[in-house]
């Protein structure tokens, strides 16, 4: 994903409200009673000529209880993460 981490954070918490932050670069959350856990890890930035992007791989583990619950947790977290149509 190319996005810095404060906006991560701001995006992450607009979604689900304001994480705990148990170690560097690791996210917790309950959202309707399931937990959830997102760890970042920095990954290569990309270069577009002189303007350099930040990204990082993303890691999310999700104990929803069913498959519906976890299609709307996940469509709860791609809302508020896409940008630009897509």
Same mark, same amino acid.
């Given at each position: 994903m190319a996005i810095t981490r404060a906006e991560f954070?701001? /995006?992450?918490t607009a979604a689900f409200g304001?994480?705990?932050? @148990?170690? @560097?670069?690791?996210?917790? &959350?309950?959202?309707? &009673?399931?937990a959830w856990r997102i760890a970042l890890r920095p990954a290569a930035p990309t270069r577009l000529g002189s303007v350099v992007l930040e990204r990082w791989a993303v890691r999310i583990d999700l104990a929803?209880?069913?498959p519906e619950a976890r299609t709307r947790w996940w469509d709860r977290?791609?809302?508020?993460? /896409?940008?630009g149509g897509g």
């Open positions: 954070v701001r /995006q992450l304001p994480p705990h932050n @148990p170690e @560097p670069d690791v996210f917790t &959350g309950r959202h309707n &009673g399931w929803a209880p069913t977290f791609t809302t508020h993460f /896409q940008k």
